[in-house]
Antibody, heavy 124, light 113 residues
Framework: EVQLVESGGGLVQPGGSLRLSCAASRFTFSRYWMNWVRQAPGKGLEWVANIKQDGSEKYYMDSVKGRFTISRDNAKNSLYLQMNSLRAEDTAVYYCARGAIVDYASGNNWFDPWGQGTLVTVSS | DIVMTQSPDSLAVSLGERATINCKSS????????????LAWFQQKPGQPPKLLIY???TRDSGVPDRFSGSGSGTDFTLTISSLQAEDVAVYYCQQYYSTPYTFGQGTKLEIK
């Protein structure tokens, strides 16, 4: 079964940094777009960023541009999210989610599967 | 950005009855070059990640019970559960993947009446 496992969440002070990781297994990681999606406590889902199979294209939601960086290491089957200048409003469970279509040229495909998520809390 | 608006925000339906959730996008998510609507539906239960139910607006994902169906085109979409089961209690989200930023509806909480 395809698996995505996030790690790296925790408590961080406003203005601080955190790096999330997502370990992928049981599928050819290098052939899929990958995404980060977040969910604030008790709130809805919010797409954060995505990255093309070879890392050549990256897209972000406006509120994280310049603060967050998505990256991947296909040799390690891993996805990352470097989060800098964190704010209280970044507090959320962060999910990694695979683009569903293999070898798709565009990132415009649905997300499946999703990891279990890792909680990021930004608070003093 | 494409704004996704679901209705209602919450819904209580009796077991065995039909549940209908609506989703409206602020602009069309239909791509004429491939005749596809870039719209997905997810189910989320407490403490779990979202689970894909429907993609391309009406294609049921593998393993999803056939009581779940999706319909609509352009800007107006519907998720229908034909006969509500106890395990269907969850929050349901629609999502457009037509263009970034990909956006979700606010969610509809489905409960048993």
């Amino acid at each position: 079964e395809v698996q995505l496992v996030e790690s790296g969440g925790g408590l961080v002070q406003p203005g601080g940094s955190l790096r999330l990781s997502c370990a992928a297994s049981r599928f050819t990681f290098s052939r899929y777009w990958m995404n980060w999606v977040r969910q604030a406590p008790g709130k809805g889902l919010e797409w954060v960023a995505n990255i093309k199979q070879d890392g050549s294209e990256k897209y972000y939601m406006d509120s994280v541009k310049g603060r967050f960086t998505i990256s991947r290491d296909n040799a390690k089957n891993s996805l990352y999210l470097q989060m800098n200048s964190l704010r209280a409003e970044d507090t959320a469970v962060y999910y990694c989610a695979r683009g569903a279509i293999v070898d798709y040229a565009s990132g415009n495909n649905w997300f499946d599967p999703w990891g279990q998520g890792t909680l990021v809390t930004v608070s003093s | 950005d494409i704004v996704m608006t679901q209705s209602p925000d919450s819904l209580a339906v009796s077991l065995g009855e039909r549940a209908t959730i609506n989703c409206k996008s602020s602009q069309s998510v239909f791509y004429s070059s491939n005749n596809k609507n870039y719209l997905a539906w997810f189910q989320q239960k407490p403490g779990q990640p979202p689970k894909l139910l429907i993609y391309w607006a009406s294609t049921r994902d593998s393993g999803v019970p056939d009581r779940f169906s999706g319909s609509g085109s352009g800007t107006d979409f519907t998720l229908t559960i034909s006969s509500l089961q106890a395990e269907d209690v969850a929050v349901y989200y629609c999502q457009q993947y037509y263009s970034t930023p990909y956006t979700f509806g606010q969610g509809t909480k489905l409960e048993i009446k």
